[in-house]
Each structure stands twice: as structure tokens, then as C-alpha cells.
């Protein structure tokens, strides 16, 4: 099984779609969380599940093909679930060959975890997990505005809140040592603690990205 997500940066480099679609069937994922997304990205997956449209929030207009987050999956979407903000969040639970899987699919802080909502985006985004993962087999993929590997962009109590959160609900993330990368896969470890992580569209030097501002990552999963 192989888990993908990947900020579309809100297609500013549409000149190249073609490109962008060819790397994401590339990657070949049985689930692919699109993030800062835009429907001409047009993929072939029996189900999928977007967030909410947004007109407006912080001053930020969004074009009518946008949405925030957007859940492609090959396995069936038997559940779906509230989240606090239905604009940046969804939550699923899919029908995987071995067992359910609840998939939170997100950005964690819309304009960036410098930005006076971040926190508390994050602290009710954590409310949500607990309230979604706990004793389940449950993943919390996409945009988390936050890296784990160096110190280039994060902040120290985001961090912490995070890694506090994931700890308790007995979750890891195997792309935290992905360096100059802020998208992120966690997971439950009574599901799996095989993921290998692997990552395209690569920022070595933090220099402009051909595709999108952010790599894209994934993780390919054995079972336990």
C-alpha cells in the first residue's frame, strides 16, 4: 500500500499541469491527499472527497475550482466524518484489504505557522484527532506546515504539540526525517511501523521548485 500527499501550491505553475499529473500517476499511491488544490487536476480514482469551497478567509480569494484539501482513493470510503472546519479538513474511513483505515486529511494553518491562527488551528485540529484516532487505525496526512528533520520552518511549540499528540494516540511519522519538507504522513503504529518514505519534485537547497513550492511525499507500507 502507498500513501501520498503533495501542496499543488494552488496550481500557480498551471503551465505546467501536464507535468504535475504525469508525477502524481507516477507515484502510483493508493491513496493521494491533494493539498492547496484545483479540479483541472483531473485524476482517475474510484473515490474521491474534497473540502468544503471557500470563497474568502484572511483577505485570501480562492478561484471556484479550488479547494483546500482533496482525497483520492482506490479503496471504498465506507464512513465519513465531521471535522471542526470543513473548509480545511476531511476525515474518512476506508476500506483497506487488511482493515479499516481512517485517513485525516489537512492543512495545519492556512497562511503558515507564523500567522496568529496557527495554534489555534492546530490546538482544535489535535481535538479532532484524539476525538477521531483514538484505539483506531488511523492516519493524519498533508500539509502540517511544519518540519521535524531541521530548523529551517517550524516553531518550537507547534512542534511540541504535535509530536505530544501523535505520541499519545501511539502514532509516528515516518517522513519526519525528510529534510526541507513540511508535508507529512503520520500513522498508527499498531498498523503499521514499516513505512518507507520517499519524496519527488526535490528541494535541496531550498531554491524555487519547478512544479510547486513543496515536495511531494510518500510512504509505502508493509504491514506489521
Not at 25 to 45: C, G, M, N, Q, S
Not at 207 to 212: A, G, I, Y
Amino acid at each position: 500500500m502507498t500513501l501520498a500527499t503533495w501542496n499543488l501550491e494552488r496550481l500557480k505553475h498551471i503551465k505546467n499541469l501536464p507535468f504535475i499529473i504525469d508525477a502524481i500517476k507516477k507515484v502510483d499511491a493508493d491513496i493521494f491527499v491533494l493539498t492547496e488544490y484545483d479540479e483541472r487536476v483531473v485524476l482517475d480514482y474510484p473515490y474521491q472527497i474534497s473540502t468544503a469551497f471557500i470563497q474568502e478567509e484572511f483577505g485570501v480569494l480562492y478561484q471556484a475550482t479550488e479547494r483546500r484539501v482533496k482525497l483520492f482513493s482506490s479503496y471504498e470510503i465506507i464512513h465519513e466524518y465531521e471535522t471542526f472546519n470543513k473548509h480545511t479538513s476531511l476525515c474518512v474511513e476506508l476500506k483497506t484489504p487488511n482493515s479499516n483505515l481512517i485517513i485525516y486529511a489537512t492543512i495545519i494553518g492556512v497562511l503558515g505557522n507564523r500567522h496568529y491562527s496557527f495554534l489555534n488551528d492546530l490546538k482544535l485540529q489535535i481535538e479532532d484527532f484524539r476525538r477521531l484516532g483514538s484505539n483506531k487505525h488511523f492516519c493524519v496526512m498533508g500539509d502540517f506546515n511544519m518540519l521535524f528533520a531541521d530548523n529551517y520552518y517550524f516553531t518550537k511549540d507547534g512542534r511540541n504539540i504535535l509530536n505530544t499528540a501523535f505520541e499519545e494516540l501511539d502514532m509516528y511519522i515516518p517522513t519526519a526525517s525528510i529534510k526541507n519538507n513540511i508535508d507529512h504522513i503520520a500513522i498508527s503504529k499498531d498498523f503499521t511501523t514499516n513505512a518507507i518514505p520517499n519524496f519527488w519534485n526535490e528541494d535541496t537547497n531550498h531554491s524555487k521548485l519547478k512544479l510547486s513550492d513543496h515536495m511531494g511525499i510518500s510512504v509505502s507500507i508493509k504491514r506489521n
